[in-house]
C-alpha cells in the first residue's frame, strides 16, 4: 500500500475488518485530489488483475469507489 500511496499522491485505507462477516473482502478508502484518487483506482485495479490467478478475484468497479 505504501508504494500505491506513494506513486498516486492518494492516502489509501483498508478498513481491518471484512465488510461481510462470512467475506475476505475489505473496504478501500481514497483521500486525495481527483486526479490522484482516479490514478490509485488504476493501480489497484491493475494489482488486483495481477493477482487474479493467485488470491482469487472478487471484482472492481471504479464507479462504485467512493472517493473522499
Known amino acids: 500500500l505504501k508504494n ?3 506513486l498516486s499522491g492518494c ?12 467475506s475476505s473482502l475489505r473496504n478501500v478508502h481514497l483521500t486525495g485530489a481527483p486526479e ?9 485495479a ?5 493477482n487474479e490467478g493467485t488470491y482469487g478475484y472478487y471484482g472492481y ?3 462504485a469507489a467512493a472517493a473522499t
Do not use: G
Not at 492516502?11 to 462470512?22: G, K, T
Open 4 to 6: 500505491l500511496q506513494a
Open 11 to 22: 492516502r489509501i485505507f483498508v478498513e481491518p475488518q471484512a465488510s461481510v462477516s462470512d
Open 36 to 44: 490522484q484518487v482516479a490514478y490509485a483506482q488504476q493501480l489497484i
Open 46 to 50: 491493475e494489482k488486483v488483475a495481477q
Open 61 to 63: 468497479d471504479p464507479s
